[in-house]
């Protein structure tokens, strides 16, 4: 058993040392029987309720879900010391994971533990390395060029455009291509494509995880039915990604050698004796992909690009930097994107802003200590990730979008490199998410295209007012529509060429 994560305090058994809490003497709001917490919160804004709670009761607290006791936890550093103590001490949820296989669906790496963990990541971080990722990029700009003429045509006609929707598809396109040599062209198609069915997956999942009550076990819904359906789509299309696979590696062997695709990595992996891993592990890994790839890339887009129309400073200094690479869109290299240090910033600012993922679901596998709090063995914990970097009294203006900040020297107020400890938006330790190199060369790309060929005429909700944030596993700008307007050729203007 690995030893109890531990901060540096000493142990309790000495006399000098502080007390140590147990869990149930944490703070919390007052739970009701059997539900829990659950009543006074709400599922689509779950994220803001902890966040609400824990400025109320601190950085160490406590709360039910149903009857599952939580503990929430904000210090940045005992969250990222958390994380570091996966897969053996910490893991995700055991429940959450029974809910995905409930569904029919199979959980790959993202939700495998211990040995069966082991042996699927290092399958999937060699398919992500930056190195690899680089050899991706031909792919990456055909799905752009699409892109291109999709928002092309939209401005020609005028038309306003779901942007989240437009966003899920370039990214869905995206993870197909790289991951499974799969060309599935949700963009130039409007017809039953597989964006549509995934869409239903992560909603579908979080509801369930906080309900209080399992009520599709007993009368399925017209949603329920509905997410059935889609799944059986989904899982169909696996199998048939698999099957493509297995039959280019068959027609060429010498393919077995140097897989072009992660899938067919992972299945050259899969066929060699000894290795521990079957069908189920690919199809888990093809459903891991898609469902990552195409949620928590394209949100980050929809967020910047909002960011970037609210803030028309902050939008010129990306075209000078733009605009200084002088190269057309067709010769954004890696090296070009690389050197795009102001809109990494922007990046880093909008992932500080506004995380994916704004809180870790974790479970303790052992009796340990997290802060001065005796945990028992299976306990929930939920790290919030945001919570420090939109403190005041760490970041100066914590509520503005200020992408300045990521270039400054490190600085007492979590400016610079300090930032970067506060804000740790792919998570950390052994499980850090290994497809972060391709969410950020596919968020670069998909902006410097927008910014190179189009000028953002509208980029925000029907209304006017500031886009919710909608809580469905993933946290999304809920209802943000774009409309854009075509950039003519070798168009300056003075913002632009001065930065002003």
């Known amino acids: 058993m690995a030893p109890a994560h531990t901060t540096a305090l000493p142990p309790a058994a000495d006399p000098t040392a502080p007390r140590l809490r147990s869990f149930d003497e944490l703070p919390g709001p007052r739970?009701?029987?059997?539900?829990?917490?659950?009543?006074?919160?709400?599922?689509?804004?779950?994220?803001?309720?902890?966040?609400?709670?824990?400025?109320?009761?601190?950085?160490?607290?406590?709360?039910?879900?149903?009857?599952?006791?939580?503990?929430?936890?904000?210090d940045q550093a005992l969250v990222g010391a958390l994380l570091r103590d996966r897969p053996y001490g910490i893991r995700r949820p055991e429940f959450a994971t029974e809910m995905l296989?409930?569904?029919?669906?199979?959980?790959?790496?993202?939700?495998?533990?211990?040995?069966?963990?082991?042996?699927?990541?290092?399958?999937?971080?060699?398919?992500?390395?930056p190195t690899q990722v680089r050899a991706y990029h031909p792919t990456l700009l055909k799905v752009a060029d699409r892109l291109e003429g999709r928002w092309r045509q939209a401005a020609r006609d005028g038309r306003t455009l779901d942007l989240l929707h437009e966003l899920m598809r370039y990214t869905v396109?995206?993870?197909?291509?790289?991951?499974?040599?799969?060309?599935?062209?949700?963009?130039?198609?409007?017809?039953?494509?597989?964006?549509?069915?995934?869409?239903?997956?992560?909603?579908?999942?979080?509801?369930?995880?906080?309900?209080?009550?399992?009520?599709?076990?007993?009368?399925?819904?017209?949603?329920?039915?509905?997410?059935?359906r889609s799944?059986?789509?989904?899982?169909?299309?696996?199998?048939?990604?698999?099957?493509?696979?297995?039959?280019?590696?068959?027609?060429?062997?010498?393919?077995?050698?140097?897989?072009?695709?992660?899938?067919?990595?992972?299945?050259?992996?899969?066929?060699?004796?000894?290795?521990?891993?079957n069908d189920d592990d690919l199809a888990g890994n093809v459903i891991t992909m898609l469902l990552a790839g195409e949620d928590t890339t394209a949100i980050t887009i929809a967020w910047l690009l909002y960011y970037l129309y609210t803030h028309p400073v902050v939008q010129a200094k990306v075209r000078v930097e733009l605009a200084s690479l002088d190269a057309a869109h067709a010769s954004l290299s890696p090296e070009h994107l690389a050197a795009m240090s102001y809109l990494d910033a922007c990046i880093n600012e909008t992932l500080r802003l506004k995380p994916v993922a704004p809180f870790q679901p974790m479970e303790t596998l052992h009796d340990m200590v997290i802060g001065d709090v005796q945990v028992p063995a299976g306990t929930m914990i939920m790290g919030l990730q945001r919570h420090e970097a939109m403190d005041p009294a760490k970041v100066p203006q914590p509520d503005v979008f200020l992408p300045e900040r990521w270039l400054e020297?490190?600085?007492?107020?979590?400016?610079?490199?300090?930032?970067?400890?506060?804000?740790?938006?792919?998570?950390?330790?052994?499980?850090?998410?290994?497809?972060?190199?391709?969410?950020?060369t596919e968020i670069k790309l998909a902006v410097a295209m927008l910014l190179k060929h189009f000028e953002l005429e509208y980029v925000g909700t029907e209304d006017g007012q500031p886009p919710r944030e909608l809580m469905a596993f993933t946290m999304s700008p809920l209802g943000l529509q774009m409309r854009l307007r075509e950039r003519r050729q070798g168009q300056r203007d003075r913002q632009e060429v001065t930065g002003r």
Request: hydrophobic share 45%.
């Open 231 to 277: 799944v059986k789509v989904i899982n169909q299309a696996i199998d048939d990604f698999i099957a493509a696979s297995r039959r280019r590696l068959a027609a060429d062997p010498g393919l077995r050698a140097a897989p072009r695709n992660m899938l067919d990595a992972m299945v050259v992996a899969a066929d060699e004796p000894g290795s521990g891993l």
């Open 101 to 129: 296989k409930e569904m029919e669906l199979k959980p790959g790496v993202f939700n495998a533990e211990g040995e069966a963990w082991q042996r699927q990541r290092r399958m999937v971080m060699a398919a992500f390395l």
């Open 409 to 440: 020297a490190e600085g007492e107020h979590g400016t610079g490199p300090g930032l970067k400890r506060l804000s740790i938006p792919f998570g950390a330790g052994p499980r850090v998410c290994p497809g972060r190199h391709l969410a950020i």
């Open 31 to 74: 739970p009701l029987p059997l539900v829990g917490n659950v009543l006074q919160m709400r599922t689509d804004r779950f994220h803001r309720d902890l966040e609400d709670w824990a400025r109320v009761y601190g950085p160490m607290m406590r709360f039910r879900l149903g009857p599952l006791p939580v503990m929430v936890v904000t």
């Open 173 to 228: 396109d995206g993870v197909a291509g790289l991951a499974f040599g799969a060309d599935v062209n949700t963009l130039e198609s409007d017809g039953d494509i597989i964006q549509q069915h995934l869409d239903k997956v992560f909603p579908a999942w979080f509801e369930r995880m906080t309900a209080a009550v399992p009520y599709w076990r007993f009368v399925k819904l017209p949603a329920d039915r509905a997410l059935d």
